[in-house]
C-alpha cells in the first residue's frame, strides 16, 4: 500500500517520514493541495531503481539487436571478447 502525505509532513513530521523510506525501502508520495507534488524515497532505494532501470534498458538493447540480426555469439566467444576487454583496460589504467 503506497505511502501518501501532505507536502507539510515533510516539514512538520520529517523524522517519521525519513522512518518509513529507510524501514520499509518504499517512497513516500507528497500532495499539495490535494495532488501529487513529488516523492521521497531513501537513496538506497533510488540507486537500487537506477540500477533496475539501467539493466531493463540494457536488455531491452540487446533483445532488439538480436530482432535485428541473425549473428548469435557462442559462450566462449562472449568470454574470451570480456576478457581481452577487461585486459585491454588493465592495461590502460596501469599506463
Do not use: C, Q, W
Not at 7 to 24: A, C, M, Y
Not at 66 to 79: G, I, L, M, Y
Amino acid at each position: 500500500m503506497p505511502h501518501i502525505r501532505p507536502i507539510s509532513d515533510l516539514r512538520n513530521n520529517f523524522s517519521e517520514i525519513s522512518k518509513i523510506v529507510h524501514e520499509t525501502s518504499e517512497p513516500v508520495f507528497l500532495t499539495k493541495n490535494g495532488y501529487g507534488d513529488m516523492v521521497v524515497m531513501s537513496i538506497e532505494a533510488y540507486e537500487r531503481k537506477l540500477f533496475e532501470s539501467e539493466i531493463y534498458f540494457k536488455l531491452k538493447e540487446a533483445e532488439l539487436e538480436a530482432k535485428s540480426t541473425d549473428k548469435r555469439f557462442t559462450h566462449e566467444e562472449v568470454f574470451s571478447d570480456l576478457r581481452l576487454r577487461l585486459v585491454d583496460k588493465a592495461d590502460g589504467d596501469n599506463a
